[in-house]
């Protein structure tokens, strides 16, 4: 049994370009959260997805924004990359409705430059 | 506004000594308190959590953490600590279900001397 699994692992972009970051959750989890890590920080919540809509959301400019696929996989977009970008970006998935806990993907490592 | 605290950065211990890392908790109802450890180079792995009931909480690799809301703290430990644990290790706060947001705090870098 998968668990968690993002895509690509590490990624160098440059300033202005824009970036999507994949995540396929655990079999049968139906809902995916994103994570911002910056360097010697604890994750920030970024949004949640749960039946491909958009159900809470950090504190995060609109320039990060995502989809979720039927098949519940994820996607998160970023626009116009800045240099405080440069993160790791973790994926977590879980159920919506029970008390099972996220587990989370090894994550991508984005760097802006 | 929910928090977590975790007041130390950087912890150093030796080979089998026991360990203690500290998590305090601003909440407004009853909190659900989780502590995650994150490998170099890795995700974050759930070792324990706590919902209700019993105040002291088992985890895998054999640690364990004990609520206490007197001091709004829910600390980690382990009686005798692996050069293998050396990790980040991270409180966090959140809701009952999946459908609740992770808060997390600031983690604490262990390193384990031999």
């Known amino acids: 049994d998968a668990g968690v699994t993002q895509s690509p692992t590490h990624l160098i972009k440059t300033r202005g370009q824009q970036v999507t970051l994949r995540c396929s959750p655990k079999?049968?989890?139906?809902?995916v959260s994103w994570y911002q890590q910056a360097l010697g920080q604890g994750p920030q919540f970024i949004f949640q997805?749960?039946?491909?809509?958009?159900?809470q959301r950090g504190n995060f400019p609109d320039r990060f924004s995502g989809h979720q696929f039927p098949n519940y996989s994820s996607e998160l977009n970023v626009n116009a990359l800045l240099l405080g970008d440069s993160a790791l970006y973790l994926c977590?998935?879980?159920?919506?409705?029970?008390?099972?806990?996220?587990?989370f993907g090894p994550g991508t490592r984005l760097l802006v430059l | 506004a929910q928090s977590v605290t975790q007041p130390d950065i950087h912890i150093t211990v030796s080979e089998g000594a026991s360990l203690e890392l500290r998590c305090n908790y601003s909440?407004?109802?009853?909190?659900?308190l989780f502590w995650y450890v994150q490998s170099p180079g890795q995700g974050l792995q759930l070792l324990l959590k706590?919902?209700?009931?019993?105040?002291l909480v088992q985890g895998i690799k054999g640690f364990e953490a004990e609520f206490k809301r007197s001091q709004s703290s829910f600390n980690l430990r382990k009686p005798s600590v692996h050069w293998s644990d050396a990790a980040e290790y991270f409180c966090?706060?959140?809701?009952?279900?999946?459908?609740?947001?992770?808060?997390f705090g600031t983690g604490t870098r262990l390193t384990v001397i031999p």
């Open positions: 997805y749960y039946e491909e809509e958009e159900r």
């Open positions: 966090a706060g959140g809701g009952l279900t999946g459908a609740n947001n992770l808060f």
């Open positions: 977590a998935s879980s159920f919506f409705e029970t008390t099972e806990t996220q587990y």
């Open positions: 909440y407004g109802a009853t909190p659900y």
């Open positions: 706590y919902f209700s009931g019993d105040t």
């Open positions: 079999s049968g989890h139906d809902t």
